[in-house]
């Protein structure tokens, strides 16, 4: 049974860092594209960064700020987030995928994290 767990959210204040890990089961996982996702209340769930074989990919907010890397021992991957803003506040879920006919397609979900910050 594929589990993806994240772990590593909570209050912070703007302009402070936060760490989210995931770490993954039941899957192998460096055959995996891994992403972070997120949504905020009364929002839709939106893409915040992946992580492939050829690199990294950010949605523009978050460029500069946020660095997904990855752990292939330990079967994790990391959202480092810096100089956060209260806009970011959200439930922040990883994923893992693969490239569908060009697309990237996430089948496995983790229950998310919250993270709020505070101005």
């Known amino acids: 049974q594929v589990q993806l767990v994240e772990s590593g959210g909570g209050l912070v204040q703007a302009g402070g860092s936060l760490r989210l890990s995931c770490a993954a089961s039941?899957?192998?996982?460096?055959?995996?594209?891994m992403g972070w996702f997120r949504q905020a209340p009364g929002k839709e769930r939106e893409f915040v960064a992946r992580?492939?074989?050829?690199?990294?990919y950010y949605v523009d907010s978050v460029k500069g700020r946020f660095t997904i890397s990855r752990d292939n021992a330990k079967n994790s991957v990391y959202l480092q987030m810096n100089s956060l803003k209260p806009e970011d506040t959200a439930v922040y879920y990883c994923?893992?995928?693969?490239?569908?006919?060009?697309?990237?397609?996430?089948?496995?979900w983790g229950q998310g994290t919250q993270v709020t910050v505070s101005s």
């Open positions: 994923a893992a995928g693969s490239v569908v006919a060009g697309r990237y397609e996430y089948v496995y």
């Open positions: 992580l492939t074989w050829s690199g990294t």
């Open positions: 039941g899957l192998t996982f460096s055959r995996y594209v």
